[in-house]
């Protein structure tokens, strides 16, 4: 198993076809990623050598992959040294065993989580339920899901799909101590989400969370947030367990320069987020005595073996791509089948978990190619190259339509002769009449699976090559 | 095969492992053509106007104007104060408040806050950086009470984020506080307090 695709989920388009019927989900979304991109481009046009802090942050992440092993067993010797314990994990499954095995060890059934990408890839939260230990969300957004038992559509801010007054009702149902007479303004749902965490965070023995990064040369982790539930989780229990993909890696202690000033600006549009967290192994007298990193690969490696689409284990998780995306702006996370969802979910998510499902298939085509990613990415992933990488093997590996195989031979056969390329030329100018002002909405038959998701364009009445035929180039145009 | 070794060695068919006198030369080449700082001037003045964007209460003292402003900090909400046993005896020689020194972890939740000073600052981005030394605490005194009040001294500002880097020692556990508690989560609008100090009070002593 490597990371799970929701149970039964449709591919992108039937996914996406249902969001974007819905009036509401499209308000929130449209809501939300607009404010976030203006205040963004805000943050990122005061630095005037964003551009140099962008290539110098790609080229730091290629470095670490093209040294992986390199900076893995580094890693590994620092935070051994400074008293933390190393477990490496192949994939999800093992990735959960060694965490359910940690938390019984130290005979606790309940864990508090810091907002974690990684743990929600693997699927932790339902594996640990099925041995008996509860996980308690306590990023507010987090919670928000947890408590709806919903999923999360956003990288950064998993309940977007959720305004304010859903928030309070989700509150108002789920939360067994959420105020009486609760009102839908974000300061008093936060107060709320306060109030029910205290107690959790004062007695939790045990804290589970991802990092933003790991420093190679020092065996640093280091953890960005806002809320200061990070801080809690990160400080107050006894054991302290971090689960990482391998590619969180950088080098060394000054590298964070460069990522502390890309990755607030790009996702939260902050000259710097509330809160900062770094520790090194165990700190005596400050903080949990017990710490286990858990390193994950779970199709990590696999994508590192694809010279193409390895650029996307540069990824630092800012988000920024979901909220300048078109498509993610109308059809919101969940249509992405997967807990990254947006652009890079689309490039991500077929390669961790390989193309072989409906959802994985289709993720390489949820996009339309317009670049507004790849400008918005603070590491320069070139995600349309990607996408269109990804859609070559998805054809390769994918069955193709028999009626498509059919249409590329008769395209060969209609191009190796002009006089059968004049004859559909006209045959085509003839399908006018089933144009409705100026667009084909419907073709008939086997055809309509082409026009379910997209107009065809009328054909002109006339070929350019009928034209030229007829005029001699244009020299016999009348009325000109 | 155990999993750290199959891992390695996915890895290693797709990118040997070089000596690491090479891996060093390769890090060495990456382009780091961005600024070390953004501002040049007045770091101080820099440093008070970025805090006071994330809705912390700055306030600019002289030495000797320390304690008289933090007793009427302190006055302006009822309760008593954690504070670390090695903070400078004069920073709370005039407040009225009861102060508990060294508290435990489950006396925090009592106190009406706390007060610390810090490691270092960054004027660029309104950043402050306790590395939990001197006058400073373990993490968890500025973190459980819902008030936190730091004393940052004019020295210990720095520009920008690289030579605050270049000052702080990773291998002690660091907290980077910029603004109180928020969070993005409702509708990706910044509200101030959720889990953290929901009040953020800074003295610049210049």
Not at chain 1, 316 to 331: D, E, K
Not at chain 1, 408 to 415: D, E, K, Q
Request: hydrophobic fraction near 40%; aromatic fraction near 4%; charged fraction near 25%.
């Amino acid at each position: 198993m490597t990371m799970p695709t929701y149970i039964g989920m449709p591919s992108f388009p039937d996914a996406a076809r249902r969001a974007v019927a819905d009036p509401r989900l499209r308000a929130n979304l449209a809501h939300a990623t607009t404010t976030i991109r203006g205040r963004r481009a805000d943050a990122v046009a005061e630095l005037d050598d964003w551009p140099a802090l962008r290539e110098a942050g790609k080229q730091i992440k290629d470095h670490v992959l093209e040294n992986l092993g390199h900076y893995l067993r580094v890693l590994e010797e620092k935070v051994t040294a400074a008293g933390g314990t190393v477990h490496w994990a192949r994939d999800a499954a093992e990735a959960n065993r060694v965490v359910a095995d940690l938390v019984k060890a130290t005979g606790e059934t309940e864990v508090v989580k810091v907002k974690s990408m990684a743990t929600q890839e693997i699927g932790l939260n339902e594996f640990l339920a099925g041995e008996g230990i509860t996980a308690f969300e306590t990023d507010l957004a987090e919670l928000i899901v947890q408590l709806g038992d919903d999923r999360p559509s956003h990288i950064l801010v998993p309940a977007i799909h959720r305004n304010r007054s859903d928030i309070r009702d989700i509150f108002l149902r789920a939360m067994d101590d959420a105020p009486e007479g609760l009102t839908d303004s974000p300061a008093a749902l936060a107060e709320a989400a306060r109030r029910h965490l205290r107690a959790k965070f004062l007695s939790a023995k045990v804290a589970v969370s991802g990092v933003n990064f790991a420093v190679a040369d020092t065996g640093t982790l280091v953890v960005l947030e806002s809320e200061g539930n990070g801080r809690m989780c990160l400080t107050l229990p006894e054991t302290l367990i971090s689960v990482v993909g391998v590619e969180k890696i950088v080098p060394s202690w000054r590298d964070l320069e460069v990522f502390l000033q890309l990755l607030p600006r790009s996702s939260t549009a902050e000259r710097m987020n509330p809160y900062t967290s770094t520790w090194t192994g165990v700190h005596p007298g400050d903080g949990p005595r017990d710490f286990h990193l858990v390193l994950l690969d779970n199709g990590r490696t696999a994508t590192l073996a694809d010279e193409v689409g390895r650029q996307a284990l540069r990824c630092i998780r800012c988000s920024a791509c979901l909220n300048v995306c078109p498509v993610y702006q109308r059809a919101g996370g969940h249509a992405y089948g997967s807990p990254y969802p947006g652009p890079i979910g689309a490039i991500l998510s077929p390669q961790i978990r390989g193309i072989g499902s409906d959802v994985d298939a289709s993720l390489p085509y949820a996009s339309s190619l317009c670049g507004a990613c790849f400008d918005a990415c603070p590491v320069a992933i070139d995600i349309p190259e990607v996408l269109v990488h990804l859609r070559a093997r998805a054809v390769e590996k994918g069955p193709r339509h028999p009626l498509e195989r059919a249409a590329m031979a008769a395209a060969g056969w209609t191009l190796r002769s002009p006089t059968r390329l004049a004859l559909a030329q006209r045959g085509a100018s003839a399908s006018r009449r089933v144009a409705r002002r100026g667009r084909i909405r419907r073709l008939p038959g086997p055809l309509s699976a082409w026009t379910e998701t997209r107009d065809a364009p009328v054909p002109p009445p006339e070929s350019f090559r009928a034209w030229w035929a007829r005029t001699d180039g244009g020299r016999k145009e009348t009325g000109r | 095969m155990s999993a750290r070794e199959e891992i390695l060695r996915r890895i290693e068919r797709v990118t040997p492992t070089r000596p690491a006198a090479e891996v060093a030369a390769s890090y060495d080449r990456i382009d780091r053509a961005y600024r070390r700082r953004h501002h040049d001037g007045n770091v101080l003045d820099l440093f008070a106007e970025r805090v006071a964007d994330y809705r912390a209460t700055v306030l600019r003292v002289t030495p000797s104007g320390v304690p008289g402003t933090l007793a009427e900090r302190l006055a302006a909400r009822p309760g008593s104060y954690g504070v670390p046993s090695d903070l400078p005896p004069e920073w709370v020689a005039e407040a009225g408040a009861p102060l508990v020194r060294d508290p435990s972890v489950t006396a925090l939740d009592g106190l009406a806050g706390a007060v610390t000073g810090c490691a270092a600052a960054i004027a660029e981005t309104g950043t402050i950086i306790l590395d939990h030394g001197t006058a400073q605490g373990p993490r968890a005194l500025s973190l459980v009470p819902d008030y936190h009040l730091i004393v940052v001294r004019a020295e210990q500002i720095v520009p920008d984020v690289p030579d605050a880097l270049a000052r702080l020692d990773p291998l002690r556990p660091l907290t980077f506080v910029s603004g109180p508690s928020a969070t993005s989560d409702i509708e990706l609008s910044r509200v101030e307090g959720v889990h953290g100090p929901r009040t953020l009070e800074v003295l610049v002593v210049a």
